[in-house]
Each structure stands twice: as C-alpha cells, then as structure tokens.
C-alpha cells in the first residue's frame, strides 16, 4: 500500500518561498507520474504541477509556471515542490498524488493516491 506524506506547509508573506516535500513508502517509484494538486476553500481540487518519473519531465498550471519548480530524489523515494513568489491566491491545502501509469496529468481521477494534504497561506 503506497503512502504519501507531505511537509513542509505554513504562513508566508507575499513575495516569499517555501518548499514541499511529499515522501513516498510502502514501493519505489520507477515509472508513473507524482504531482502536486491545491485546493482553496469553496473550490475544485486544481493541477499544481507533475513529473514523470521515468525521465524526470515535468509540466506545470499556467498560474504558477516561472515561480514553482517540481523535483525529485529518488534515493529518498520524496519529490518536492519549491515555490517562490507567492502570492495569496496560493494560498490553498496543497496535496500530493501518485498514479502507476502517464494518464492525463493535470487530472485529479487520473491518480490512485493521495496524501494528507499540507496548508499553504500566503498573507498580503
């Protein structure tokens, strides 16, 4: 049964930096896609950002591309998500999924497991 933790979540000014990290147990990834999705309050769970596994490709929403960067360490099992430049619509539980496969990415019902989730508030 594959696990995911997040981390790593809390209270940023605008303009600051923070960085997640979501650590995988119970298997080692080798193929598959892990990627982060957020949820603000009142709204729809929305693509963060993705990597694929296998050859570390990544893809990003338009709304943080340029100010979020997804990585990985595969000695650790545990991705991350470094984000700078925060703004308060960042502000969100951000949660980390895993899927076995490459199905759509950006797409929530694509993904088998999920984590916790981890709080991200930006003030202004």
């Known amino acids: 049964q594959v696990q995911l933790a997040e981390s790593g979540g809390g209270l940023v000014q605008a303009g600051g930096s923070l960085r997640l990290s979501c650590a995988a147990s119970?298997?080692?990834?080798?193929?598959?896609?892990l990627s982060w999705f957020r949820q603000a309050p009142g709204k729809g769970r929305e693509f963060v950002a993705s990597?694929?596994?296998?050859?570390?490709?990544?893809y990003y929403a338009d709304s943080v591309k340029g100010r979020f960067t997804m990585s990985r360490d595969n000695t650790k099992n545990t991705v991350y998500l470094r984000m700078d430049s925060l703004r308060p619509e960042d502000t969100a539980v951000y949660y980390c999924?895993?899927?076995?496969?490459?199905?759509?990415?950006?797409?929530?019902?694509?993904?088998?497991?999920w984590g916790q989730g981890t709080q991200v508030t930006v003030s202004s």
């Open positions: 999924a895993a899927q076995d496969y490459e199905l759509r990415y950006d797409v929530a019902t694509s993904y088998k497991y």
């Open positions: 119970g298997r080692t990834f080798s193929s598959g896609l």
């Open positions: 990597i694929r596994w296998s050859d570390r490709r990544t």
